[in-house]
């Protein structure tokens, strides 16, 4: 059974964090990990990480990265197992959500491998907003498209370590880890959509988003997504060649 490293940022996540580890754990495995990386939280989010007392969550604490960004990146390199499953401190995972991942990976840790399926969007109060985030972001496969338009979510994504390696370091001045992480798995590796829905991915006004900056920051990170992603792959060419 494949080992799944369930990574989480999290920065003054006291609101809706204890509720969401509390549908993560008792679905994660014997040997699975949680790795919470922690940038400067002022509030109780290590406290309730603290209050599981889950010898599976390694805590990294006192991070002053200021950025969801970096503070994921540094949780996916503490990361030991062969699968990655990124989650969000505020979300709210369904139960079958792991064990499917571990299903529909099942031979594929050997190379750069993207997994994409879909979630419920509901509100503060955990209430479904009736939209769910294939919809919200048009979700398909395509370079092109998801330059322009982003579908890919880390709260409903999981991916091979061979991904990550090829990721790392992310590039400064990407609009985020998961359109950096998609975007590299068509290129140079696979991805696979799912139609099933496995978390509640909550919006209440603190989310993190692309769309919601001005446009010329939109195109100033859409140029710098197509530089960084020709770089990587050019230099992934020429260690090949070695």
């Given amino acids: 059974m494949s080992r799944i490293s ?17 549908t993560i754990l008792p679905q994660m495995a014997t040997d699975d990990e949680l790795v919470v990386s922690d940038d400067s939280s002022t509030d109780n989010t290590l406290d309730i990480v603290r209050e599981f007392r889950d010898p599976r969550i390694r805590i990294l604490a006192e991070q002053q990265f200021f950025s969801p960004i970096y503070n994921m990146e540094h949780a996916l390199r503490a990361a ?61 496969k395509g370079v092109w498209k998801n330059i322009y338009n982003n579908c890919y979510t880390g709260c409903s994504m999981a991916f091979t370590r061979p991904l990550l390696e090829l990721a790392l370091p992310f590039p400064k001045g990407i609009p985020m880890y998961d359109s950096w992480l998609g975007l590299l798995a068509e290129l140079a590796g696979e991805v696979e959509f799912r139609p099933e829905t496995i978390v509640c991915h909550r919006r209440h006004g603190g989310n993190a988003s692309f769309h919601r900056n001005r446009p010329v920051q939109q195109v100033a990170w859409r140029a710098a997504l197509i530089y960084y992603l020709a770089s990587r792959l050019l230099k992934r060419r020429g260690r090949s060649k070695r």
């Fill in 6 to 22: 369930v990574c989480m940022p999290t920065r003054n996540g006291e609101n809706f964090l204890a509720e969401q580890l509390r």
């Fill in 80 to 140: 030991r197992n062969p699968i990655l499953a990124p989650a969000d401190q505020d979300d709210i995972w369904l139960p079958e959500k792991l064990p499917l991942i571990r299903q529909w990976m099942q031979g594929k840790t050997d190379r750069p491998f993207l997994l994409m399926a879909d979630g419920t969007i509901v509100d503060a109060r955990g209430e479904p907003s009736g939209e769910t985030l294939y919809q919200r972001f048009s979700a398909r």
